[in-house]
């Protein structure tokens, strides 16, 4: 499971001003930020963009200059997957090595919803080890009991990031990981294709090569 919370977007009207200076045609820029900060983006700027994202990469250098900024809580095993992706990207995580044994251990820390029963089972008698585990280093300031907890610590075990990102960084995960088997992708390649003017930009299949 995976959950994308308090997404910004900032940067769209520097960028497509940027977007014009190899022809020096910023007298047919008609994109305008309104007060209430919100960016509106006109024809003449739409179809350039579009321009530039099908010329390739090295076009629509524009892209790298729109940043986004959101909170994203998904499983260990997933960020093991996002952490592949270094260029565009940064992070700050909660910390499980300062901060596992702050409070109790339960079910909801953890992804649980692709688990069949067995499974679900297995996992709920391993969290009770896991909260064993925290009290004792808690109560006795065992270091071993910390260290078997963080060795213990399975992959579903979710984790919350800020991050930072431009649109060229998220429309490359959302073409490579559209199609992948992980529900937490499709969740992620959604949230990238509701990303204000993405599809402006990409057309109506974002996640396709363009």
Known sequence: MIRLQNTSVMNFEHALRGARNPKN????????????????????????AQRLCRAGSDHRKFLRQI?????????????KEFDTYKIGTAANSTSTMHRIHARPITLTDFSTDQLNTQAQRALSAYVQVLEQLRLQYVEQADRQAWYSLIQLLPSSYEQM???????????????????HKLAEWQTFCTWAEGLPHFRDF????????V
């Open 25 to 48: 045609s910023w007298a047919r820029m008609d994109s305008y930020t309104r007060a209430d900060g919100t960016f509106v983006l006109g024809p003449n700027d739409r179809a350039l």
């Open 67 to 79: 940043f986004i900024c959101v909170d994203i809580t998904a499983p260990l095993y997933w960020w």
């Open 161 to 179: 990031r800020t991050c930072t990102m431009n649109y060229e960084a998220v429309f490359r995960m959302a073409q490579a990981r559209r199609t």
């Open 202 to 209: 990409f057309g109506d299949e974002p996640s396709q090569p």
